[in-house]
């Protein structure tokens, strides 16, 4: 085991280096001044362009710029993000927290529901309930998230005035701004829980609402099919056979002996599910209009605010790496078949 | 498969194949009789009579008993999704009859606007959907939709497919060092959910359809590689690819007549999910603002065009209903269609699958 992770973690580095080198062959098809803006960090410097293009060497053959562009990156100076407003580097992290909330959101729902509903469908195969939750799962999966987003938006908010978008109502915006309100970790729900403020834990729940519903919808349908493959697998090994014939009550063998071995593989993929929102997010942050990363990078790719777009596609990138790495290792680590090998 | 058996073949089918004759025949004498259609098809005669090969190719197919469609048949959800699909290449192939373009256009993917006033139109006799924000026809835009969505995810799937077996071929074959730094280059690229790549490539590259099937073929090209490795790698050892090496064929000739062979069905259903997924995305750029201009007949631009409408107006919360649910329900068919058909595809082809799954 502890080989694969080491391979694994040697990997990681020269995967980086790869998609640095990605964004850079891309970058590299934009005019040199475009470009120069990813090292500024100032807009008053906009003026200096041209002595910016020579002092960062943009004239220069493209593996010279390359390491240039490396070194700033690694120094932590991802350039200015003219739709944000501030650097790069900052905006992510004011942007992060609010995806982070909304993912946890979605996460939770889909991982019960998913669970539940994958369950029941393997136990009652190729009856109702197993024929609906295949229906729904390829509808869901049918139906683009910018619509099922749109259709939220008009039920929820339209018709029923129960999800609005946005993160904050305006009072509880100012609140939060105001000096009585200590931000302590920029997750607005828990932020207010420690606070003490439910009406501001109330009002942000229910502005999370609408995409968290939307990023279930769109992301659940695999982990029900995951789950129902799973647990028909179990289902059909000896130790379950053995746990039947012993007399045990049926719940009690689904629950303890079946549902918990055919948790595994759901358990380690449940990183990829969180990687699948992290892409997710830019429709849904989009549509509600929740400020988030994903709202952020693509409203720097509609703006034409490359050291944006590319500063949020690398953040990203770092994150699906570390996800798909923590997903094989949790997988060696849970399934001991693996680990004995 | 030579002229003798196609013969034996006709001879044995006759009476089914008739029947699919008459269906054509028919087909093609009501359209020229119905005054209405006669016009139209004398406009475009050659869009016509591909709907009418397209029907009887299809009519063929499904009377003639084979493996194939003696499984379909077994399957319902499979001919739901053979019947959607059908329905779509039928509405692009008759675009020019469906939606006759305004004779002074000249490009007849650009929708016809009636006005300029910003606030959409109900569904009425002569825009049979609506119009959308900027009185641009709704009916009109999802025909030729079609055609769009269809040469969006057959270009993106060819590219993505042609760049798969040149890598994924490289890797399976060659294995070792060869392999790895491959595998390595399909690694980077997965590093990305795939929108978000697609996202950063057209902000890059600038926004245009042709951008938007570039960035998506850049994003899909890594499953087409990957799969076509583990199906080579597979193969690699059987017996009789030692057997055809052993009796002299070349690398080329192993991999062009025993692993692609053994390799195409997995493709299929690949492919076929593919195609749905693809206009997703497209769909998806399109709606973030990224794909082609206002204007153009793409159903993710009428979806971004409908987005300031959707809460109605105070009172009326559906009042603007038409501007998202014919564009929507336009993408969800055709996109549940390539599911359906993937999924019954996998089915079918891959009965250890249908076993667990």
């Known amino acids: 085991m502890a080989a694969y992770i080491a391979r694994r973690l040697v990997m990681l580095p020269l995967v980086a280096f790869g998609v640095t080198v990605l964004i850079f062959a891309l970058l590299s098809f934009l005019d040199p001044a475009v470009r120069a803006g990813a090292f500024i960090t100032n807009p008053n410097q906009l003026k200096a362009i041209d002595s910016i293009i020579r002092t960062y060497g943009l004239d220069r053959p493209i593996y010279e710029q390359y390491w240039t562009w490396l070194r700033e990156v690694f120094r932590g100076n991802l350039g200015w993000s003219q739709t944000a407003r501030m650097p790069v580097r900052e905006a992510i992290a004011a942007f992060f927290p609010g995806t982070l909330e909304l993912t946890f959101y979605a996460f939770v729902p889909i991982m019960l529901i998913g669970v539940w509903l994958g369950t029941a469908a393997a136990v009652h195969r190729d009856r109702l309930v197993d024929h609906l939750s295949r229906i729904f799962s390829i509808s869901f999966r049918s139906l683009p998230s910018f619509v099922w987003g749109l259709l939220v938006l008009m039920v929820f908010y339209g018709r029923l005035s129960w999800f609005p978008p946005g993160r904050l109502s305006l009072d509880a915006d100012l609140f939060v701004r105001s000096g009585q309100f200590h931000a302590y970790t920029g997750l607005v729900t828990l932020d207010a829980l420690l606070n003490g403020q439910l009406w501001i834990f109330a009002d942000a729940l229910r502005h999370i609402a609408g995409p968290a519903i939307t990023l279930t919808m769109v992301s659940i349908a695999l982990l029900v099919r995951l789950m129902r493959s799973s647990m028909l697998e179990v289902l059909n090994q000896d130790y379950v056979r053995t746990a039947r014939s012993k007399g045990l009550a049926e719940p009690v063998v689904i629950d303890k002996h079946a549902r918990r071995n055919a948790l595994i593989p759901v358990i380690t993929l449940s990183s990829y599910t969180i990687v699948s929102l992290l892409g997710g997010v830019v429709i849904t942050e989009t549509i509600f209009n929740f400020p988030g990363i994903g709202r952020w990078g693509a409203f720097a790719a509609q703006q034409l605010d490359i050291p944006g777009v590319t500063g949020f596609t690398m953040f990203v990138a770092a994150l699906t790496v570390l996800g798909n790495l923590a997903a094989d290792v949790l997988y060696v680590f849970f399934d001991p078949r693996i680990r004995l090998r | ?357």
């Open chain 2, 1 to 357: 498969m030579g002229l003798a058996a196609v013969t034996r073949g006709f001879h044995e089918h006759r009476p089914r194949l008739a029947g699919v004759a008459a269906l054509g025949a028919g087909l093609a004498v009501l359209a020229l009789a119905v005054p209405l259609t006669r016009e139209r098809v004398a406009q475009a005669p050659f869009a016509a009579a591909q709907c009418l090969l397209l029907v009887v190719a299809v009519a063929t197919f499904w009377v003639i008993p084979s493996d194939l469609t003696r499984r379909m048949r077994k399957n319902p959800l499979s001919v739901a999704g053979f019947g959607l699909i059908a329905a779509f290449v039928a509405v692009a192939i008759l675009a020019p009859i469906l939606a006759p373009p305004p004779a002074t256009s000249r490009d007849p993917y650009i929708i016809p606007q009636e006005g300029f006033a910003s606030v959409p139109t109900p569904p009425r006799p002569g825009h049979p959907f609506g119009t959308t924000e900027g009185q641009y026809d709704l009916y009109y835009g999802i025909v030729w939709g079609a055609r769009t969505a269809f040469r969006v995810s057959i270009l993106v799937i060819a590219i993505a497919v042609a760049i798969g077996l040149v890598v994924g071929g490289l890797s399976g074959y060659y294995g070792g060092r060869v392999d790895e730094a491959m595998m390595r280059l399909t690694d980077i690229f997965l590093a990305f959910p795939s929108l978000v790549l697609a996202v950063t490539v057209v902000a890059v590259l600038g926004r245009s359809l042709t951008n938007v099937m570039i960035a998506i073929a850049i994003v899909h090209w890594p499953i087409y590689a990957r799969l076509l490795r583990g199906d080579i790698l597979s193969v690699r050892g059987r017996d009789y690819v030692e057997a055809a090496r052993a009796a002299g064929a070349g690398d080329v000739r192993i991999i062009v007549r025993h692993v692609i062979p053994n390799a195409i069905y997995p493709f299929l259903v690949l492919s076929s999910l593919d195609m749905g997924l693809i206009v997703i995305t497209a769909a998806a750029l399109s709606f973030l603002g990224l794909g082609p201009d206002v204007g153009y007949a793409d159903w993710g631009t009428l979806i971004n065009l409908s987005r300031t409408w959707i809460l109605g107006r105070p009172g009326e919360p559906f009042a603007y209903w038409y501007v998202l649910a014919y564009p929507g329900a336009a993408i969800f068919l055709f996109v549940l269609g390539w599911n359906l058909l993937g999924d019954a595809f996998r089915d079918i082809l891959d009965p250890r699958l249908r076993a667990s799954g």
